[in-house]
């Protein structure tokens, strides 16, 4: 997930994955990193069916350099539209 302007990035792991998104825009959590940063844009996405792959995966992701972050968005989402209409939809 990013902010409207694409320089704060978030990562994270739900079993809900729209429900997630629409607290974030929503700032349900008004004291959690991503609305202290407005972070609302969901910009990437990947879905697993193993919790340990899940785990695994977010791990790596986590600790990209944030290069390769940005790399990963792009190559999947060059104009950074915000996926979230997509999956609700």
């Given at each position: 997930m990013t902010n409207k302007w694409n320089t704060?990035?978030?990562?994270?792991?739900t079993d809900n994955l729209i429900k997630r998104i629409?607290?974030?825009?929503?700032?349900?959590?008004p004291k959690s990193f991503t609305a202290k940063y407005n972070v609302y844009k969901?910009?990437?996405?990947?879905?697993?069916?193993?919790?340990?792959?899940?785990?695994?995966?977010?791990?790596?992701?986590?600790?990209?350099?944030r290069r390769k972050k940005i790399e990963l968005i792009i190559l999947n989402n060059p104009e950074y539209r915000d996926l979230y209409d997509e999956l609700v939809g």
């Open positions: 704060v990035f978030y990562n994270g792991v629409w607290e974030h825009k929503n700032k349900v959590h969901l910009v990437y996405y990947e879905i697993y069916s193993d919790p340990l792959n899940v785990i695994k995966r977010e791990k790596q992701i986590k600790n990209l350099v």
